[in-house]
Every structure is written in C-alpha cells, then in structure tokens.
C-alpha cells in the first residue's frame, strides 16, 4: 500500500515538472512578432531582416537577459495589409493572442499601419515600425504618450523629410536642366500611387514647386497596383512635362518604369518608387528602368559606417537579392531592441521604453540612429539621411547626397538625363 502511495506520489510530481516545466522552458525564448505583406517584396524585406538579425543573435547564443541567456524565436505574421486592412489587424490580433509574442516589428502600408498600431497599444506591446512613413504614427506619441509611448519608428524617414530630400532632389535635376539643356522653368508633373502616406507629401510639393522656380503642370494617382499607365504617361506628356516626380511604393512603380521606357517620355525622373530599390526592377521592367529615380537605403558599394557593406554582402550571400529598406528589421531587432534588452536585463517594456527612446545606436542603415521625443527617426548629417539611386544602362547606382550639408558617402555618382530628353531639348 505505501509502495503504491509512493508511485502514484512519483507519477503526480512527473506531472507537474511536465506542466510547469514546459512553460518554463519556453519562458527562455523571446518571440519576436515580424508582420508585413509577406507575398510582396516589402513583406520578404521584414522577414529576411529580421531572419538575419536573430540568426546572428542566436549564433552567440542569444540575448543576456539579466542572469541568462536567451534566443529569439521569429513569428511570422502575413498583414496581406496591400489588400486587406481587416486582414492586418486580423494578423496583429493573432500574434497578440495565440503567439503571445514579446515584441513586434514590420508594417508597412500606413492605413493598416495605424490600425496595427492601435492593437499593440491596446496590448502594451512594443512595436518598431519599418515601413509606414506617416508623421501622424508618431504624432500620436506626442499627443497621448501613455498610450502610444510602445511606438517607435525605425525606418523610414517620415514623409515630411522624404519630401524635404525630394526637394532637395528636385532643385538639383532642374538646376542640371537648366545648365545642360537651357531649361529655364521646367514643367513638372507628380504622379503618385493613392494611398494616405503621399497626401501630405504631394500638398507639400504643389506648394513648392512655384517658389522654386518651376511650374506644376499637373497631378495623377493611379492605383498602386495599376497593371496599365499608359493614360497617365499620354497626359503627362500632352502637358509637355520636362519633370516627372514619382511617388511609388508598391508595384504601380514597374508598370510605370517600364511604359515610360518603352515610349521614351522625354522627362527626367526624381521621386520615390520603391521597387526600383530591388535587384529584380531591371528584369520587371523587361529592360526598359533605366532613369527611374527612388529615394533608397541601400546601394551596392555605398555605406554609412563600417557596418553597411558587410551587411549588404551578408545579406546578398543569404538571400540572393540587396536588402530593401524594410530589411532593417535587422536594426530594429540587433541594435534597437537587442542592445536595449542586454543594456536592462529585461523583457519589460516599461523600462525598456526610456532607454530605447534616449539611445544613439549605430546600425546598419545611417550613420547613427537616434529618436525624437515622438519616437520618431531623426533626420539630417550625422544620423539618417537615406540615399537617392538612379538606374544607369541596367545598374543601381546613387547619386545623392554627394556634397549635401558637407555629407558624402563613397561610390556615389552623377545624375543622368535620358538621352531621348537631351535629343528633343539640346540646342
């Protein structure tokens, strides 16, 4: 009778090491949230980032959290967030409540973006954007910092400073224009994709184009998506337009390369489109992306510090592709999060928060990264400026900042003009 009182005694205590001993052992791993459109090159650039950074994190072991170490442990979560934004916050709700991740990095388009937000809130979440550029994300920061202090923004520059270097970009090639082919006020066309992120960047440039000397002969929004621009081209060159200043983010940007190329639209490109920041732009466009013009944050050869290259080779040898700038997941996890944690010994955002939010930290991606009091990325020399890349006889090339406020980085190189521009204007 005691022999069997005793068994059973074994059997209870088995059972309780195999039920609290399991989420003790699971305890041990940070689950890391990566959510983005996954089946787009935006949501590939999240994953591969941030595969990267833990890869590189777990190699040593993992993350000195205190007395211990632990890995990072990758959830993926498709936001189809181009299609869908019931889809995004469905995704952001899973990795709240069934994967019961630590942290969340990603997002990208702007619209799911806030309501992704909004669920990270709610769950007292720390999530580091990469992707969605609207001020009013960390605006949001500023306005009730209890609620939204779980924000920061890792990449990309808010849309106020995309169209401050689109600006800058913009006075360049006309000053080119008018010293090379005798231009003296070119006419400019916007044609940017719809979605909320550009609106204040299109106000922004309506407004300016005047001051600088130019005149603004019109503004097209096709579908980010649109499989067909050829409308917008014929309009765009109807209005004689010298300049066309793009706004892409998604896959609208192919189409228009490619058209514009095959009808060799006599203008000179500056703006932003995101898939020519791709290896794969070249072969999408079927040959015909030269000129296209993006505000980038990686071109082969071009480094911030003495981190960027060696990134851009690792990244390549993984991946087979050059990073996009939603691929600094890998900062947001290595530097920005995993620095904080090793630096507090914690998991807990209340007191990861500060010290995230006080730091510089050097990156891959900037010279030094840095946030404001919104948690917002800080721009200008000496911390993120991003880079401008133009496509020259099939290769990715950057061109700016080449002198900008004393900032140079190497193996940058002039604008081109179309050479059917130069024919049509050359006197």
């Given at each position: 009778m005691k022999r069997s009182r005793f068994v059973l005694s074994v059997l209870v205590m088995a059972g309780l090491v195999l039920t609290v001993g399991f989420p003790a052992?699971?305890?041990?791993?940070?689950?890391?949230?990566?959510?983005?459109?996954?089946?787009?090159?935006?949501?590939?650039?999240?994953?591969?980032?941030?595969t990267l950074a833990a890869?590189?994190?777990?190699?040593?072991?993992?993350?000195?959290?205190?007395?211990?170490?632990?890995?990072?442990?990758?959830?993926?979560?498709?936001?189809?967030?181009?299609?869908?934004?019931?889809?995004?916050?469905?995704?952001?709700?899973?990795?709240?409540?069934?994967?019961?991740?630590?942290?969340?990095?990603?997002g990208?388009?702007?619209?799911?973006?806030?309501?992704?937000?909004?669920?990270?809130?709610?769950?007292?979440?720390?999530?580091?954007?990469?992707?969605?550029?609207?001020?009013?994300?960390?605006?949001?920061?500023?306005?009730?910092?209890?609620?939204?202090?779980?924000?920061?923004?890792?990449?990309?520059?808010?849309?106020?400073?995309?169209?401050?270097?689109?600006?800058?970009?913009?006075?360049?090639?006309?000053?080119?224009?008018?010293?090379?082919?005798?231009?003296?006020?070119?006419?400019?066309?916007?044609?940017?994709e719809k979605a909320v992120w550009i609106d204040p960047m299109i106000k922004a440039i309506e407004e300016n184009v005047p001051k600088m000397g130019m005149e603004l002969v019109g503004v097209w929004r096709p579908s980010a998506t649109a499989t067909d621009v050829t409308a917008e081209l014929t309009a765009v060159q109807r209005a004689d337009a010298q300049i066309i200043f793009t706004i892409f983010s998604a896959s609208v940007g192919i189409t228009f390369a490619r058209q514009a190329g095959e009808l060799e639209i006599p203008a000179a490109f500056t703006g932003i489109n995101v898939e020519a920041q791709k290896d794969g732009f070249w072969a999408a466009t079927q040959g015909k992306g030269d000129y296209a013009v993006s505000m980038s944050t990686f071109v082969r050869g071009v480094s911030y510090n003495e981190f960027t290259e060696p990134f851009i080779e690792k990244y390549i040898s993984r991946f087979g592709e050059l990073p996009t700038y939603t691929a600094v997941t890998y900062d947001a996890i290595k530097s920005t999060l995993g620095e904080a944690i090793e630096e507090t010994g914690t998991l807990d955002a209340e007191k990861l928060?500060?010290?995230?939010?006080?730091?510089?930290?050097?990156?891959?991606?900037?010279?030094?990264?840095?946030?404001?009091?919104?948690?917002?990325?800080?721009?200008?020399?000496?911390?993120?400026?991003?880079?401008?890349?133009?496509?020259?006889?099939?290769?990715?090339?950057?061109?700016?900042?080449?002198?900008?406020?004393?900032?140079?980085?190497?193996?940058?190189?002039?604008?081109?003009?179309?050479?059917?521009?130069?024919?049509?204007?050359?006197?």
């Open positions: 052992w699971a305890a041990d791993v940070i689950k890391v949230g990566v959510i983005g459109p996954m089946h787009f090159m935006q949501g590939k650039g999240h994953w591969d980032g941030a890869e590189e994190i777990n190699a040593k072991g993992g993350l000195q959290v205190g007395k211990k170490k632990m890995k990072l442990e990758l959830v993926k979560a498709d936001s189809n967030e181009f299609l869908s934004i019931t889809d995004a916050t469905s995704a952001m709700e899973r990795l709240m409540t069934k994967d019961k991740v630590h942290f969340v990095v990603g990208f388009r702007t619209e799911a973006v806030f309501a992704m937000q909004d669920i990270a809130m709610d769950y007292k979440k720390i999530f580091l954007g990469c992707g969605a550029a609207h001020p009013e994300l960390c605006t949001r920061v500023g306005k009730d910092y209890e609620r939204y202090k779980y924000w920061f923004r890792v990449t990309p520059m808010n849309s106020i400073y995309l169209v401050r270097v689109c600006l800058v970009n913009l006075a360049t090639v006309n000053g080119m224009l008018k010293k090379e082919l005798g231009i003296e006020k070119a006419k400019v066309a916007i044609v940017a928060i500060p010290v995230i939010a006080k730091a510089e930290r050097i990156g891959v991606a900037a010279a030094k990264s840095k946030f404001d009091k919104n948690h917002d990325l800080v721009f200008g020399p000496g911390f993120a400026t991003g880079m401008t890349l133009q496509w020259q006889e099939g290769k990715m090339r950057a061109w700016w900042p080449n002198g900008w406020e004393g900032v140079t980085y190497k193996g940058m190189v002039p604008y081109k003009i179309p050479p059917w521009m130069i024919k049509k204007y050359k006197k």
